[in-house]
């Protein structure tokens, strides 16, 4: 993963050229012309054009069309260059247009300007590739002025550029533009190795004694994955930040705004949806950056190669809030950077007994989501003696179908695995939910009241449901808000006069709807069947209860009611479990050792310990007392109370 300033693309898109009259040119010519990109960094590679051919009293009008700027471009300037010849070592700078709008209405750097947009080379001085004037004296005035220009100057030895927002001439280090390879000398440079002198520099930051400042212009980063393997989802990223060249974690925390702008591709095109095309999270606004206490920007899909991560940086800070720790004129550096390593060691895994987590957002805990992907919600948690600071909301793609006790997988980092039913996690490793994708039917939900249906009638009727977790499921996460993932609904029908049941389906419907509607006209197309009885934890969702009407069709005259089921095929998620153990513990009460109540005692084999099952009065669950006795009192009566020692352990 390489820093970078926003890029501008590797090469330069094609810009349009017209020769057309209305020119002061004194002479006939032929010129080449090139056209760059300029970042922060530095300029992309230049596309050259065929040779121009001009005559007396003509003009040449550059066009920088529309789609020269990607929408995860950050253009400073648009570079115009010329050369007698097609080499591109040869070329040199003649103009230059600025990518945001400058002036006193504007704040610096905050407003790009409006495309497509020309440049007009009129004249001879305009057409000159860097030529000498002995002194600052004879340089262009007036009408020659052109914005870019490049001149040496003899008595100082220095080449100097127009710079129109200025109104004056600066120097400038080369007018030649050749770029070999941006990742060395050009816009793609690793922010690592960048001289902060060399760079296009922010605009000053004002910030007062008590008043923060939110200035308009923004200062924009790509995290490059340069590998050739994807970057995987779960992976946490944000920005570094320094001053005078100090990493300083703590100090500026929460004095800078940060926002993730999506994925961005080669060519400067973003990305803000996953492989499923699911939104990313927390897309698009800023975020105070306080990474010691929640880590708001985690990778939702994985970086494919040539692919960057792009952010957008706000410093927003009064100055009482540096605590008079930064003195004026000091130098904030940023660095985009992808974090491995948040998770710190914590010691409370030493007085609580082991893995947690804590009460905080949703618990961490695992929903279920489209397809074969699922939700884990904000939260935090201890692993193995590492915490992590509240990671938000994500989702995960990558479930097998019809496989049972699919393992979610945390460490101390907060990074999320999906893992197969078999996998052993590892030391620093913990499992958080297991999911199964088994098909099947759900149990049938409440039955309708008897309705009387005459001869030659039928049944319609409206089922209804909401897109929450049953109440009665067997998991903490009952009763939880989630969409209904299920995908097919069964109707049941019991005659009344014999208490014969048939099903009929299956009725395809959208969960994002808040009923579906049946109608049922022909007896015998439904099947003899007697309910589904699955297991208590298959499916999530339940239907409500149907409220049945009379239609025409061909049922025998007698009384009947209604209920539903959902069917799975096998590519959705059926059951989530969080139970404690083998899942993590999640911890309300206070951090200190389980005040334990002996409860019965069980005798086991002969030969083995007896078991002691307690409950906690001050930490939530029951727990078990292994009661060891020594060697030589193995045999002896409860009485003796002579065990050798005592161990506990949460049960769930």
């Not at 109440?471 to 069964?490: M, S």
């Amino acid at each position: 993963m390489i820093p970078r300033y926003a890029g501008v693309g590797i090469d330069c898109p094609e810009w349009s050229l017209t020769v057309v009259p209305g020119g002061n040119f004194t002479s006939p010519g032929t010129i080449f012309f090139s056209f760059q990109l300029m970042n922060r960094a530095g300029l992309n590679r230049a596309f050259i054009s065929s040779a121009v051919n001009y005559n007396i009293g003509e003009k040449i009008v550059v066009t920088i069309p529309s789609n020269v700027r990607a929408e995860a471009w950050d253009i400073h300037y648009y570079i115009l260059s010329a050369s007698t010849t097609n080499n591109p070592e040869s070329f040199i700078q003649i103009a230059r247009l600025p990518g945001y709008e400058d002036g006193f209405e504007f704040d610096p750097q905050s407003l790009p300007i409006d495309l497509p947009v020309t440049i007009e080379l009129t004249r001879d001085e305009h057409l000159l590739l860097a030529p000498s004037v002995n002194t600052r004296a004879e340089l262009p005035t007036g009408n020659n002025l052109i914005d870019g220009m490049v001149r040496w100057i003899l008595n100082e030895s220095i080449f100097v550029e127009y710079q129109r927002n200025f109104m004056s001439w600066e120097p400038l280090g080369t007018p030649n533009t050749f770029i070999l390879d941006t990742t060395i000398d050009g816009s793609d440079r690793n922010l690592t190795e960048i001289d902060p002198t060399e760079i296009i520099s922010h605009p000053l930051y004002p910030p007062s004694p008590n008043i923060k400042v939110l200035p308009e212009w923004e200062s924009r980063y790509f995290i490059y994955n340069d590998s050739s393997n994807p970057l995987p989802a779960g992976t946490e990223f944000g920005v570094e930040l320094s001053y005078n060249n100090k990493r300083s974690p703590d100090l500026l925390n929460g004095l800078f705004l940060v926002k993730f702008n999506g994925f961005a591709d080669r060519n400067g095109n973003l990305r803000t949806t996953d492989s499923e095309g699911r939104e990313f999270n927390n897309v698009g606004g800023f975020i105070s950056w306080e990474p010691k206490i929640e880590t708001p920007f985690i990778t939702e899909d994985d970086l494919l190669p040539d692919e960057s991560i792009s952010i957008s940086v706000k410093p927003f800070f009064s100055t009482a809030e540096l605590n008079n720790q930064i003195p004026p004129n000091s130098v904030v550096g940023i660095l985009p950077v992808i974090r491995t390593q948040s998770g710190t060691y914590n010691p409370l895994g030493d007085l609580v007994n082991g893995d947690i987590v804590f009460a905080k957002g949703d618990y961490y805990r695992v929903l279920p989501s489209a397809g074969l992907s699922f939700t884990i919600g904000k939260g935090m948690a201890l692993v193995r003696n590492y915490s992590f600071p509240v990671k938000p909301k994500r989702t995960i793609s990558g479930l097998a179908e019809n496989t049972a006790n699919q393992q979610v997988i945390i460490n101390g980092n907060g990074a999320v695995f999906l893992e197969a039913p078999d996998y052993q996690p590892t030391s620093s490793e913990a499992l958080r939910a297991l999911i199964s994708t088994e098909s099947g039917e759900s149990a049938i939900g409440e039955w309708s009241d008897f309705i009387a249906i005459s001869s030659n009638g039928g049944i319609a009727g409206t089922i209804a449901f909401e897109n929450k977790i049953r109440d009665d499921y067997p998991d903490v996460i009952a009763g939880g808000l989630a969409d209904n993932n299920a995908p097919q609904v069964y109707v049941y029908i019991e005659r009344q006069s014999d208490n014969e049941i048939r099903r009929f389906g299956i009725f395809e419907f959208l969960p994002t709807e808040p009923n579906i509607s049946f109608s049922i006209d022909d007896w015998d197309n439904g099947v003899i069947v007697n309910p589904a009885n699955p297991e208590a934890e298959f499916s999530l969702f339940s239907p409500g209860e149907i409220t049945p009407s009379e239609i025409i069709g061909n049922f025998a005259a007698d009384n009947y009611r209604c209920a539903a089921s959902f069917g799975y095929e096998g590519a959705e998620i059926t059951s989530i479990s969080h139970a404690s153990p083998p899942c993590l513990r999640e911890w309300s009460g206070p951090f200190e050792p389980p005040s334990l109540v002996a409860g019965e005692i069980t005798i086991l084999r002969e030969g083995e310990p007896p078991v002691m099952t307690v409950t906690s009065t001050n930490n939530p669950g029951e727990y078990r007392i292994d009661l060891a006795f020594a060697a030589s009192s193995q045999k002896q009566t409860w009485n003796n109370h002579n065990w050798e020692k005592i161990n506990w352990e949460e049960l769930n």
